[in-house]
């Protein structure tokens, strides 16, 4: 099974400023499969990228997703103070999907 | 509107089984797959497994294989999934999520939620 660690764990940052997010994982992984969610307080996860760099219907371009191999990014270019939240990596091989631990973002 | 509606929240008795419904609606529900995923409090996602709602075949990972069964009702556009012998290791919020099938599109609708409590 792969295995996706994501880092920082914690990201402290001000609103307008540039969160850049990372996700590792174990061996390679396809980018066509590997996904971001954002996750708020007492809300389901939702979808903000898939294949690693397209963003969903809805996601403002602030987001952007980039990287293959084993290492992926997310941007966020410009903190808006409803992006404070945790964020996710998914990845999907060998018939087994995968979750990052998340990395939380929150207002400095 | 895609709608993924899900049933209340539960309290179990270790030893116990549940049993959480997923309702579709606003799509053809046999044209996408339908994830489960749970969260334990304060902890991350983890995905239990998949249902093919045309085909009705799953595909269940290793640890919850012996555990987990999903159904589907395609008159309702429903999907069930059973969790048995409960623990308190399995206290979490249950989600189910929508696939397109190819897994290249992620998961890109999601239920509200449902709390399952396990306890004596």
């Known amino acids: 099974e792969i295995v996706l660690t994501q880092s920082p764990g914690t990201v402290s940052l001000s609103p307008g400023e540039r969160a850049t997010l990372s996700c590792r994982a174990s061996?390679?992984?396809?980018?066509?499969?590997f996904a971001w969610y954002q996750q708020k307080p007492g809300q389901a996860p939702r979808l903000l990228i898939y294949?690693?760099?397209s963003r969903a219907t809805g996601i403002p371009d602030r987001f952007s997703g980039s990287g293959s191999g084993t290492d992926f990014t997310l941007t966020i270019s410009r903190l808006e103070p409803e992006d404070f939240a945790v964020y996710y990596c998914?990845?999907?091989?060998?018939?087994?999907?995968?979750f990052g631990q998340g990395t939380k973002v929150e207002i400095k | 509107q895609v709608q993924l509606v899900q049933s209340g929240a539960e309290v179990k008795k270790p030893g116990a089984s549940v049993k959480i419904s997923c309702r579709a609606s606003?799509?053809?529900?046999?044209?996408?797959?339908i994830h489960w995923v749970r969260q334990a409090p304060g902890q991350g996602l983890e995905w239990m497994g998949m249902?093919?709602?045309?085909?009705?075949?799953?595909n269940i990972p290793q640890k919850f294989r012996d555990r987990v069964t999903m159904t589907r009702d395609t008159s309702t556009s429903t999907v069930y999934m059973e969790l048995s012998s409960l623990r308190s290791e399995d206290t979490a919020v249950y989600y189910c999520?929508?696939?397109?099938?190819?897994?290249?599109?992620?998961?890109?609708?999601w239920g509200q939620g449902t709390l399952v409590i396990v306890s004596t």
């Open positions: 999520a929508r696939e397109p099938p190819g897994a290249a599109d992620g998961f890109d609708y």
């Open positions: 606003g799509y053809t529900f046999t044209s996408y797959f």
């Open positions: 249902i093919n709602t045309s085909a009705g075949t799953t």
């Open positions: 061996q390679s992984v396809s980018s066509r499969y």
């Open positions: 294949g690693a760099s």
């Open positions: 998914q990845q999907y091989g060998s018939s087994v999907w995968t």
